[in-house]
């Protein structure tokens, strides 16, 4: 592979219903340490082969020649991205790269105190921690792990180290967590992270979703605003997924309503997964590999016009389409368990949320 090729100015590439491709989320592992039930329901599963997982020289070879082609976001997420070993050091490398302007993570927290520090170090620019419940039992029964401490310790280091912009993010499903809406805006005040909640998606292993568990962002408000008095929504153009709102006290927060109010039309978001496997949609049956041309020895250039090629193809609107599925057949299981079972890459896990 030539990596010593002369960089090109990036130019906006548009799919087919001309939105640019600007967001990569990088999935740096499948594996994780908590088994969400809506993510990783079971406890075994199959992964993905340890010789395919890429190397951090080639997620950042590939993500320069994402940024040729307009990328100037990227968000490490997985599995649990502090699983993999060292992978500061990936946001070290990411940062060489001058056409990348904002690095973020999404972690579960759970290794995040000892690891804050090499992150902020490395050029991180901002965390996102999921946080779904602040209740050490309900944590446990949720993830089938007791570590909801060091998950707060994690959240407590962010500030600390000196990063800024923290965002805590909530998946709020009925009969689980719709009681600590409240307690999760207070504690973000007290943390000084912006609570983000997201409406429980039936994504990839999320086999125990149904309609009637989704806490909705009408629901989600009308909770709220009776608590606090009038929301306002916070006027921005933006393609961020979360819309976002202000209590009377200033204190702002966002709601991603991926369910009941799918925001396909103006997604610039794709995703790597850690064997290098391109997925235009998290709800995408099947992905590119890249991988194979990158170890191929296939040039900059070449594995860049793949890029702009099928991006320009782009007609993906997953959460859209599952929507409109409620007026024709109802809205089954997505993804048949046995075929899960078979390849992990249809999994939430392994393509990042
Ligand atoms: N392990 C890390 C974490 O949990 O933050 C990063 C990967 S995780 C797949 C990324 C995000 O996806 C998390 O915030 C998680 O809550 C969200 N997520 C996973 N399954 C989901 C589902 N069925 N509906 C909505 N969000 C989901
Ligand atoms: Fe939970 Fe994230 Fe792990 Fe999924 S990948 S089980 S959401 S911690
Ligand atoms: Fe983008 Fe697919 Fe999510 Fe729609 S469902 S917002 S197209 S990733």
Not at 26 to 53: A, F, G, H, K
């Amino acid at each position: 592979m030539d990596s010593g090729e002369a960089v090109t100015l990036p130019h906006m590439v548009k799919d087919s219903w001309g939105r640019p491709l600007r967001s990569l989320r990088i999935s740096v592992t499948d594996r994780c340490n908590l088994r969400c039930q809506y993510c990783m329901p079971e406890e075994n599963y199959v992964w993905l082969p340890r010789e395919n997982l890429l190397t951090f020289e080639e997620i950042a070879l590939l993500t320069n020649m994402f940024s040729d082609q307009g990328i100037d976001r990227v968000r490490i997420t997985g599995g649990e991205p502090l699983l993999r070993n060292n992978v500061a050091e990936l946001i070290r490398m990411l940062r060489q790269n001058p056409c990348i302007q904002d690095i973020a993570m999404t972690t579960n927290g759970v290794l995040l105190s000892e690891q804050a520090q090499a992150l902020f170090d490395a050029g991180l620019h901002r965390v996102t921690v999921s946080l779904d419940t602040l209740k050490p039992e309900r944590f446990k029964s949720l993830t089938r792990r007791d570590t909801l401490d060091q998950v707060f310790e994690g959240i407590a280091s962010v500030g600390r180290v000196g990063f800024s912009g923290l965002k805590l993010d909530t998946v709020t499903m009925k009969g689980y967590n719709e009681d600590e809406l409240i307690p999760l805006l207070e504690y973000g005040k007290q943390v000084k992270g912006e609570v983000r909640f997201i409406e429980y998606m039936d994504v990839g292993g999320a086999n125990d979703w149904s309609a009637d568990k989704v806490l909705s962002r009408k629901e989600i408000l009308k909770v709220v605003s009776e608590y606090y008095g009038t929301v306002e929504h916070v006027e921005e153009v933006s393609s961020a997924p979360a819309q976002r709102f202000r209590l009377p006290d200033g204190t702002t927060f966002g709601i991603i309503s991926s369910t009941t109010m799918p925001f396909c039309s103006t997604c610039d978001r794709s995703r790597l997964t850690a064997d290098g496997m391109w997925y235009l949609c998290l709800y995408a049956k099947s992905g590119l590999d890249l991988r194979k041309p990158l170890r191929m020895g296939r040039s900059r250039e070449d594995i860049r016009s793949i890029i702009q090629s099928v991006w320009e193809t782009r007609k993906d609107r997953g959460a859209e389409e599952r929507k409109e599925l409620e007026q024709v057949s109802g809205r089954g299981r997505y993804i048949d368990i046995d075929r899960l079972r078979k390849d992990p890459h249809l999994e939430m896990h392994a393509r990042g949320g």
